[in-house]
């Protein structure tokens, strides 16, 4: 089965200061990967994903992550994080039918 | 933009009881899924369904646990006999499935809580 890891539970970052968050994952073939984040008392939403091709996927509010299968990893990055970051950030791969699997999540603290 | 809804917002019930979750995913979608996220732990699939049938079910999702899709739009989540620690936030979810699209768009989920 596959499995999702995301190494660190919390990150706090200075507002302005550049981010990246972990997500390693073990799957045999080519994953589906996605970010989702989550607000607090809010639901999923979608950051980004990666289905094929190129291999840095941009995403929504000035989010990209890289997939590197040399390194069974997806991380989320952005360049200058804002205090309306500040949410907690799954990593998550699609197993064969459909179904997703998350990490544990990643807490971001932004610190102005 | 079309999104997922659900209601209640918020769900209390006493151990033993019948609750339905209801969600209305997005239209022209075709898979719909229910996770789970007990507080503090990650998010957990519970079941897939597609074409008026279960997909796939977790270990989870065991028969205390139903799902259906009474109309065209609606689709909901029963469990028949609650248990504390059935206590969680209960996400529904959609995607097209097609291969250009199996992004998979959540609702705000239902924090049910068990007393």
């Known amino acids: 089965a596959q499995s999702v890891t995301q190494p660190d539970i919390h990150i706090t970052v200075s507002e302005g200061a550049s981010l990246e968050l972990r997500c390693n994952y073990s799957?045999?073939?080519?994953?589906?990967l996605f970010w989702y984040v989550q607000s607090p008392g809010q639901g999923l939403q979608l950051l980004l994903k990666?289905?094929?091709?190129?291999?840095l996927v941009q995403g929504i509010k000035g989010f990209e992550a890289e997939f590197k299968r040399s390194q069974s990893s997806f991380n989320l990055r952005k360049p200058s994080v804002h205090w309306s970051d500040a949410a907690e950030y799954f990593c998550a791969c699609m197993e064969y039918g459909n179904k997703l699997v998350f990490g544990a999540g990643t807490i971001l603290r932004v610190k102005s | 933009e079309p999104e997922v809804t659900q209601t209640p917002s918020h769900q209390v019930t006493q151990m033993g009881q019948e609750v339905i979750l209801r969600c209305v995913p997005i239209s022209n979608h075709l898979y719909f899924y229910w996770y789970r996220q007990i507080l503090g732990q990650k998010v957990e699939f519970l079941v897939s369904?597609?074409?008026?049938?279960?997909?796939?079910k977790s270990e989870i999702f065991d028969d205390q646990f139903s799902v259906e899709r009474p109309d065209g739009s609606n689709f909901t989540l029963k469990i028949r006999s609650t248990k504390l620690e059935d206590s969680a936030m209960y996400f529904c979810?959609?995607?097209?499935?097609?291969?250009?699209?199996?992004?998979?768009?959540f609702g705000p989920g239902t924090r049910l809580t068990v007393t």
């Open positions: 799957y045999g073939a080519t994953p589906y």
């Open positions: 990666y289905f094929s091709g190129d291999t």
């Open positions: 369904f597609y074409n008026n049938e279960i997909s796939e």
């Open positions: 979810a959609s995607t097209k499935g097609s291969a250009e699209s199996y992004e998979q768009y």
